[in-house]
Structure formats: C-alpha cells, structure tokens
C-alpha cells in the first residue's frame, strides 16, 4: 500500500513538473544520465524501478555489462561486483508497443521472461530484436534516456573483459553513485 502511495505522488509530481512521466537522475562516475519513465506504458515497471530509487537500492551499484554496439546493464551489483538482495520479480510488460530503440531503458532478465528485478539496460542503438514478437516475450521498455546520451556513449566505450564468471564487464568500474527521482522543483 506504501508503495502505491509513493507511486502515486511521484506521478503527481512528474505532472506538476510538466513532463510525460517521472524523471530520475543517476549521477554516475562518468556522468549524469537523466531518464523520463513511462508509467502509461509499463506501470508495474515503473513502479518497480522507482521503489529501488527511492530506497537507495541503485547507489552503489555499477554498469557490470557493457557491450558497445548494444547495450549498457546496471543495477544488480555492486563495485565488487557482488550481487545485490532484490525483491521479487515482476510481471513482464514487453507487450505494450514500445520499442528497445537507441537510448530507451528496459528491464534487464533472464530466460523466465518474469524474471526481472533491480536490472536495467539502456540502449545503445535500435534493438528491435529486443522487443515481444509473435505472441512471444521480448524485454519491457520503461523510459528513455532524456539527457546524458553522450554519458551512456562514454560508458560503452570502457574497456572490458572477464571478472567474478562474467563478460563484457568493465575494467574499471563504473558506479552509478546515486539515483534520485527528479522533483518538481528540479524540473524548472
């Protein structure tokens, strides 16, 4: 109920500040990155992303997947790159028309398509091949990226390698090191 709530005024929020749906800021090592969400589009999504905001899940927390030409992935590890507690998983929403288009934020999961949690990717180019097809499940589109596009770039451009049984993980981490919904003030 708590969480409803929350949701509830930060719409409200993002209404009063004019803009489609809430914004959220991740101030990370290489940049800021700021993101309008689609809670019209991707409810559960949305709802989901900002309660890992609001309770700070995300500061801390690093890029661990980069791969230029595709994607960037975050909001699972930390700099250790030790896995993060998340809550449970949610339904996937892939099937609500919104492309994996260069600079859109998706929901990160495995094989199970309801699987999705705390990840997150942005876009690096059209991936279309991303999206729900046929009837099948594809990776549910929540936001796009709105300012710091040349941050994301600069963050695909890391080097990487094989860390901890993973690939395409940054040498050096890149550590988003706070996350904070945009306020209606902020917006002006």
């Known amino acids: 109920m708590k969480r409803m709530l929350v949701f509830a005024l930060l719409l409200a929020a993002a209404a009063v500040a004019g803009a489609e749906g809430p914004q959220v800021v991740l101030e990370t090592s290489k940049g800021t990155i700021v993101a ?32 230029d030409g595709f994607m960037i992935q975050g909001g699972g590890f930390t700099a250790d790159l030790e896995r993060k507690l998340t809550r449970e ?44 097809r046929g009837g099948g499940w594809g990776y549910a589109v929540f936001g796009k990226v709105v300012e710091g596009m040349d941050v994301v770039d600069a963050i695909a451009k890391v080097p990487t390698g094989r860390q901890m049984g993973m690939g395409d993980v940054p040498t050096e981490a890149v550590v988003i090191t706070k996350a904070t919904v945009k306020k209606a003030a902020d917006a002006e």
């Open 36 to 67: 309008e969400l689609y809670p019209d589009k991707a409810p559960l999504s949305v709802e989901n992303f900002l309660g890992y905001v609001e309770s700070g899940f995300f500061d801390g927390t690093v890029f661990h997947r980069v791969i």
């Open 89 to 132: 998983a949610i339904q996937n929403e892939s099937k609500n028309g919104v492309s994996n288009a260069r600079g859109t934020l998706a929901m990160a999961r495995t094989n199970d398509p309801h699987s999705a949690t705390a990840q997150f990717y942005v876009n690096l180019v059209d991936n279309d091949n991303l999206d729900s």
